[in-house]
């Protein structure tokens, strides 16, 4: 068995990203001698990890508590985070104790939220369970919840202590979910690694096999290129910035869609719009939005949205987090791999470059 890679995220407080497989007993040294309670937020369908978990933890000697939440986005509510603050208020839960996340990018967020606002910060291990999970939303210390007017508006910033991304828990993972965590592999080659671009162009079959060493690969190259950008950026007040390339648009889709809308497909629709963005303003040539859409296609991710949608999903982006009082901003593309910077690009122009990605 091939050794576990590990991937170092710099900063003030700086941790480790794991990938690999079999890293379960790497959670009791995460988690502390000093945390006797450990509380681990899980959704249903991950029972049985769970209980591998909690075993875990017992045998090293801690008192697990495991919290069952809503699969994806819906756990991604204040009423959710309150419900986990009753429990850990009931435990009498100690800043010395810790949170586990085990599941995808919506439980990472809402479980780095609670171990977030806890006595204002206790200790946070990511065991990421999804594609997207481990490219993403475990990795570089965004944590939140989800308001009526919009996504991730409500959070914090707060590194995990460890994340461990055990490559087995992809081997069932549906393919619409493997697909979603593609986008954001997609986005890590388009604005800072090409390499990503031609490893998934060169072999499309292999990118779904989950013990194979393409995707071990991609999953390693998209998690050094977060952790590059986060290490000198944990707050977003600059650099960060890039990594919501797609993302203005991806996130007006989701709140549009009420969240029924899978994160990646939404971010696949933004990828391209955001390409068309940049072309149109002569920043990004032809070819380079062409290998948006080819590439997401062969992916099976959509490239296009509805474009009766367009009032409401202009109206979503005006409350996006890089917005500036009524000034929009984007993150385009001079040239793949160079991402830069757009503010206040005119409603009219918005809405001829949409027309370009509206079915």
Known sequence: MRAPTTVRVAGATPYDVVVGTGLLGMLGELVGDGASQVLVVHPAGLAGAAGAVERGLLAAGHRPMLAVVPDGEPA??????????????????????????LGGGATTDLAGFVAATWLRGVRLVALPTTLLGMVDAAVGGKTGVNTEA??????????????????????????????????????A???????ILDLMRADLGKLTDPSGP?????VERAVRVKAEVVGQDLRESGPRE?????????????????????????????????????????????????????LLDRLGLPTTYDGSRWP???????????????VLRFVVLDAIGRPGRLEG???????????RVAS
């Open 76 to 101: 991604k509510t204040v009423e959710v985070a309150a419900a986990l603050w009753g429990l850990l208020g009931r435990a009498r839960f100690t800043r010395s104790d810790a949170v586990v996340a």
């Open 242 to 294: 890039v990594l919501n390339y797609g993302h203005t648009l991806g996130h007006a889709i989701e709140r549009v869609e009420d969240y029924g809308w899978r994160h990646g497909a939404a971010v696949s629709v933004g990828l391209v719009f955001a390409a068309e963005l940049s072309h149109a303003v002569g920043r990004l040539d032809a070819a380079g939005v062409e290998l948006h859409r080819s």
């Open 345 to 355: 690009p005119d409603d009219a122009l918005l809405g001829r470059v949409f027309e």
């Open 312 to 326: 409401e999903l202009l109206d979503a982006m005006r409350v996006d987090k890089k917005a500036r009082g009524e």
């Open 189 to 195: 080659g388009l604005v800072a690694d090409p390499g």
């Open 150 to 187: 919009g996504k991730n508006l409500v959070g914090a910033f707060h590194p995990p202590v460890g994340v461990l991304c055990d490559l087995a828990a992809l081997a069932t993972l549906p393919a619409p979910e493997l697909a979603s965590g593609l986008a954001e592999v997609v986005k």
């Open 214 to 218: 393409v995707l071990r690969e991609l």
